[in-house]
């Protein structure tokens, strides 16, 4: 079944957004950031998912966009969806109480416990090394969702021990921290990478659990910043079918 | 009753050197003429509040107008990096740039607080992030029924806010549809509020999804067609996608910047 | 997903013995025809919400249904008193029934702390009044910013609220227009909820001024033609003002509300 | 210009409306209660104040209704409205920010010091003598509004020394209580009954200021449940105009 990086007709990127894709299923209510989680998400609705429930910060709830929307307040959204509300609705009404089955985010670094830093690189924050564009709707939905779903490209840069800032709360560090401090969504679940994918064990440590395809473990350590953690179970993320692929290709070019 | 004015003599009359002033509109109807016009009068030590500082406050900031920024979520949206916000954070040009750094939920629950005339808001935000170490305006505070520990933010309420929609009466009653963002509260907690519309009519039809200010609400309103640029008024014309990847080419070094800066912004003095 | 269903079965469904249950719609789209199924069904110990309980909860309190009240405004609106409300207040008929009284500020905001998952609300309320005297689900509360005192209510989580709306799609999606009222916040405040509608439809055009509840958001709907009578549904049919004046003389006497009951509610079981 | 009773060509209560729609000039923003409010305002904006904005609770900016509205929520206030909005929304966005210049309140019991019930008569709250509708709108109302009119007809039983309930918070027992507590409206600034016309002296205590065409001191003091202070520059309220008498009745004999 492995195939090897010469043989492969689909790019770790392409792998990456399907595995995320494969992850949703029917119904579910979704709260999509831009970039890949949007990637995904929207490949899902149009492959095995049709009545996933789009819901993007912008204030649209069941947005069906026939492309890919190219901002969180693309225009389609708001033609295509259910119910069109203020940002502060939103937040307030639709994401705080938990309505929200899965929360898709993108990081910037993803730590060995799954807190997200998407602010500052660097260890002081007031003069820090990069500035990223900081925290927009994630910490609440990190904290309000039921799950978390985290999509990132792995690197050593990415995949660090500690983030240099915890935007996002994913399991602190580890051992029931969500508990202790009240929240009420388990937090990052699953977390799908160019790579494999990850899910948090009992200690909520993030364990290798699947190999895409054509990825040897040895690849996987040597993008991670810590002394990483492999399942008993591991298994392989089965290739891309030649209808993902289409489907995620036509998205993508559709203006 | 809201006045209607041009945008130079709205800006010069509603805007003053080192206000708090809000431009809202997310992704939708971002006012960016009424920004080009602000760095075109020249105010200084603006305090800039905007849950998205993109493009519009990328060029504000890099002109030097504001002394502080109250955001959220500070990046050029599909595109990466806002290269004049990195720059005045990481190295302080052209101006240093204080930051009070929220999520989106704490800074739309601030503005709501704002429009509702409480000193503050409550939300099940922030936790176990390091947000609250850096920006004072996150505190907590206990339920007083069931103990629980939430988070509280104070109101802003900004000395002007500026947004833009589709069309006002003559009136000055102003109608806004599809993503209404956080405009309706950026514009009722502010002490002075200007509209930007595109264009000014007899009658406002009613459309799905509208959503209205009446005049009462509204200090100003000024016509300022296209003046959503680069961002969309639906209805009107489409985001320019193209144009967010191009800013990036532009605010990427200070000498692009700058030419910019002379010639569609300070170059346009004549035109307005 | 709301399942639809015929309206016996989804109050036998829904609403339990001992539930905390609001019937929400503000003078518009008042759920009757569910405050009488209800009845009907003899559904005991009841504690009502509602910020304005006129004649479809003076018909559930008159009924017995109720063992306490939860509102702002108790009155006829336009005629006068409500008879049955103020005889088990003054004389415990039929049942005795406990009252917790707020001001509609104070429920609205109860509402909007339950649909966002809050605990408590904050406003500048009850303030001098006697309100907090005999009501203690009324606190006050400090900002941490600024030290001012302000009012507190805790959240309202109905077991189950009931609405009427215009209409529904066959996948469950309700469409309501016209006055509004605090009709989303009761659904989302709740743990469960049900949608009495004029009619469903294959595909909900939209309305200007509309309000939509998706589907996921509703537990079920159910078809209810004139459910609202003698309020009114805008678009489908007037307030039927004389049958508040008639009401008047019905709900004056027992024996008069008794007969009521018996011919108009118990004896449409049948029908049903 | 006095005329005697039986020369009047009008009710004390047309008197008392007219009275109230005169208080209220164009272009303020007015929250009307139904009745006696409702009558009045409606009535300033079809003769002197065709610019008034009237604002209803049940949801409507700026309604135009073309006959008196039935209700608070009648469906016309909504049909003519500038805007529609939620309940939540009326008292948090417009009404507690202080937006609104004059409350239009009624008043089932009203004392020496503006302080309005409407909540139950009797001494006992678990066991009142009457129970009343409550609080309803009013008490933020009272709270936020620039200013507060009250419109009632008086008698003993409506005009009190004390208010069996406070339901509405109006000057408390004087002397700058509404500062003391924080309120930032000026409370009731005038009270428009069927005999005449009161506003609170400096202490906040009720004073008759002006007396109704055919009216005298005597019988507002026999209609007064204080030891009633009368305004040195007591005034004479012009008697109805042809047109106040004639669209009044006109407002209310609309269906």
């Known amino acids: 079944m492995t195939a090897t990086t010469e043989e492969r007709t689909y790019t770790s990127d392409e792998m990456m957004s399907i595995a995320a894709a494969r992850a949703l299923s029917g119904g579910q209510r979704c709260f999509v950031g831009i970039g890949l989680p949007s990637t995904a998400a929207n490949l899902a609705r149009r492959t095995h998912a049709p009545d996933l429930v789009l819901v993007y910060e912008s204030g649209t709830l069941g947005s069906k966009p026939g492309r890919l929307p190219a901002s969180i307040g693309d225009g389609i959204l708001a033609e295509t969806a259910d119910a069109v509300i203020s940002v502060p609705e939103v937040f307030n009404y639709w994401l705080q109480p938990g309505r929200i089955d899965i929360g898709f985010l993108g990081a910037a670094q993803l730590d060995r416990f799954g807190n997200i830093n998407t602010t500052v690189i660097g260890d002081d924050y007031a003069h820090p090394k990069v500035r990223l564009p900081g925290a927009g709707g994630a910490p609440e939905i990190a904290a309000s969702c039921r799950e978390v779903y985290v999509v990132v490209r792995q690197s050593k840069r990415s995949f660090v021990e500690k983030v240099d800032f915890i935007t996002s709360f994913g399991h602190g560090r580890g051992h029931g921290e969500r508990e202790k401090l009240g929240l009420r969504g388990a937090g990052p679940t699953l977390v799908i990478t160019d790579l494999g994918v990850f899910r948090p064990d009992e200690t909520g440590e993030l364990v290798l659990t699947q190999l895409h395809e054509g990825v040897e473990v040895e690849q996987v350590r040597e993008a991670t910043g810590w002394d990483l953690k492999v399942s008993p179970e591991l298994s392989r993320t089965p290739a891309p079918t030649e209808t993902e692929l289409q489907t995620l290709r036509e998205l993508k070019a559709a203006k | ?272």
Chains 1, 4 share one sequence.
């Open chain 2, 1 to 272: 009753m809201a006045e209607i004015l041009p945008l130079r003599d709205a800006v010069a009359r509603l805007v003053h050197d080192g206000d708090t002033v809000a431009l809202e509109g997310f992704t939708h109807l971002i006012p960016h003429a009424a920004g080009q016009e602000i760095i075109r009068q020249r105010r200084k030590d603006l305090t800039l509040v905007r849950m998205t500082p993109d493009i519009v406050y990328d060029q504000l900031i890099g002109a030097g107008c504001a002394r502080k920024l109250v955001f959220s979520w500070g990046g050029n949206p599909g595109v990466g990096s806002l290269h004049r916000f990195r720059d005045a954070v990481q190295n302080s040009w052209p101006v240093p740039l204080e930051i009070e750094e929220h999520s989106h939920a704490g800074m739309a629950n601030r503005y709501v607080a704002g429009a509702s005339g409480l000193p503050f808001a409550v939300l099940r935000g922030y936790t176990g992030t390091d947000l609250p170490k850096h920006t004072d305006t996150i505190k907590q505070i206990t339920c007083p029924f069931t103990g629980e520990q939430l988070a509280a933010v104070p109101a802003l309420n900004p000395d002007v806010s500026v947004i833009h929609a589709q069309r006002a009466d003559r009136a000055g009653n102003v109608q806004i549809w599809g993503l209404v963002g956080v405009q309706k509260e950026a514009v009722l907690a502010a002490k002075r509020s200007l509209v930007t519309v595109e264009e000014v009519v007899d009658e406002l039809e009613p459309v799905p999804g509208q959503l209205i200010l009446p005049s009462w609400a509204v200090t100003a309103v000024a016509e300022a067609p296209h003046g959503a640029h680069p961002s969309y008024a639906q209805g009107y014309y489409d985001r320019d996608n193209e144009y967010y990847e191009y800013w990036d080419s532009i605010g990427r070094n200070r000498d692009s910047f700058e030419q910019w800066l002379n010639e569609k912004v300070f170059g346009m003095e004549a035109a307005k």
